[in-house]
Structures are given as C-alpha cells and as structure tokens.
C-alpha cells in the first residue's frame, strides 16, 4: 500500500507561484508512475500532469500547458509541481496519486490517492 501526502498548497496572488510537493511511503516509489489532478467546488476532477517513472516523460492538461511544471525525485520518494503565472481559475484542491497504467489523463487510472492540499489564486 502506497500512502501519498500533499503538501505547500497555500493562497496566492494572480500572477504568483506556488510548488506544490508529493511525499509517498510505501512500495517502491522509483516503479510506478504518477499524476496530478484538482478539482474545484462544483465541477468534476481535472488531470493537470503527468510523469513517468523515471521523470523522463511528462504530459501536461491543456489548461495548465506552459505554466506548470511536474517533476520527481526518486531518492527522496517525492513527486512536485511548480506553478506559475497561477489564476484565479487553477483555485482548486490538487491531489496526487499513482498510475496503474493506461490513459494517463484518466483519474480511473489511477490509485492510492493523497487528501489533497488547497490552492486558492486571488484576481
């Protein structure tokens, strides 16, 4: 069983950043990938990244594309996400989770979910 924790969510300014971290327990961190989704009061989880196992291999949600920045750190069995020029719009509760394989896009794809850590973007 893999437990994951979320942490440096916080309140920011529109046009500030933020860098969230993910710290796994369990398992072994360096086999599995892993993925970043949010989701905001009233609307449906939404995928924001993606990296593999060995950080080579990345992919981003549209709207976070060129602003956000995912990377990992196998010796310290922790995942981040640097996020930049933030909006109003990325207010969200940003989980991270592992991969169980397939459309990494998918939250079904995914397992062993972390609580969460809240953003909150001010205009």
């Known amino acids: 069983q893999v437990q994951l924790v979320e942490s440096g969510g916080g309140l920011v300014q529109a046009g500030g950043s933020l860098r969230l971290s993910c710290a796994a327990s369990?398992?072994?961190?360096?086999?599995?990938?892993m993925g970043w989704f949010r989701q905001a009061p009233g609307k449906a989880r939404e995928f924001v990244a993606y990296?593999?196992?060995?950080?080579?291999?990345?992919g981003y949600g549209d709207s976070v594309k060129g602003r956000f920045t995912i990377s990992r750190d196998n010796a310290k069995t922790t995942m981040y996400l640097q996020m930049s020029s933030l909006q109003p719009e990325d207010t969200a509760v940003y989980h991270c989770?592992?991969?169980?394989?397939?459309?990494?896009?998918?939250?079904?794809?995914?397992?062993?979910w972390g609580q969460g850590t809240q953003v909150t973007v001010s205009s």
């Open positions: 989770a592992r991969s169980l394989g397939g459309r990494y896009s998918e939250s079904a794809n995914y397992a062993d």
């Open positions: 369990g398992g072994t961190f360096s086999s599995y990938a």
């Open positions: 990296i593999s196992r060995s950080g080579i291999s990345t």
